[in-house]
């Protein structure tokens, strides 16, 4: 793979990851309601979940979904109804104790573990739609080598974007001070997390 391809490689990396999507919106809301902190085992789940997931699909899993298509679809419905359960989690969190905007809260709510992140990416449209992109595209050998490049390029773009939503998120909690206006902001971060489900059940 010469340099022009990793280039582009690394900006499509680079624009699919630090666009809004379900991993980002959820980042930003437990930024607001966790901070920087809590979030870390959060985001990290996220970039190296995401890898994993890329380096298994490229090397075979694909080829399930080419051979029993109804698999696929049946990962669309799961997909649908566990994120529309997070969307609901989402809006009705309880707002936690915050001692600053700075601070990771003592609250007794809990933000996503490393494994639920990685976990997650497995049944988040936009993580397949970017990983089997990505593979068609800048690995359409599937060898293990072009393969494992694509997912160290996306492990590389993928952590400080979506470390960012996590910054943006904590940065609110200066405004979100307030339980109603947290609660507001849930109800918002829910919301847009159900909208971002529109192109999948679009194309279902």
Not at 171 to 181: D, S
Request: proline fraction near 6%; hydrophobic fraction near 55%.
């Amino acid at each position: 793979m010469n340099i022009e391809i990793i280039g582009g490689l690394a900006a499509f990396a680079l624009v699919s990851s630090i666009t809004p999507g379900p991993n980002n919106l959820m980042l930003m809301a437990s930024g607001a309601n966790y901070g920087f902190r809590r979030t870390a085992p959060h985001m990290l789940g996220v970039s190296i979940g995401f890898v994993v997931m890329v380096i298994l699909v490229g090397v075979g899993l694909v080829q399930l979904f080419d051979a029993y298509p109804l698999t696929y679809s049946v990962l669309k419905v799961l997909s649908v109804g566990y994120l529309l359960y997070l969307a609901g989690r989402i809006a009705t969190a309880a707002a936690p104790e915050i001692a600053s905007p700075d601070d990771a809260g003592s609250g007794s709510g809990k933000p996503f573990t490393f494994l639920q992140a990685a976990a997650f990416q497995w049944v988040n449209p936009k993580a397949w739609t970017m990983a089997l992109t990505s593979l068609a595209v800048y690995a359409p050998s599937q060898s293990l080598e072009a393969v494992v490049l694509v997912a160290v390029v996306f492990g590389a773009v993928n952590l400080p974007s979506v470390s960012c939503w996590t910054a943006l998120g904590q940065q609110l909690r200066k405004v979100l001070n307030q339980p109603a206006r947290l609660r507001a902001f849930n109800w918002l971060m829910a919301s847009l997390l159900v909208a971002s489900l529109y192109p999948i059940v679009l194309t279902s």
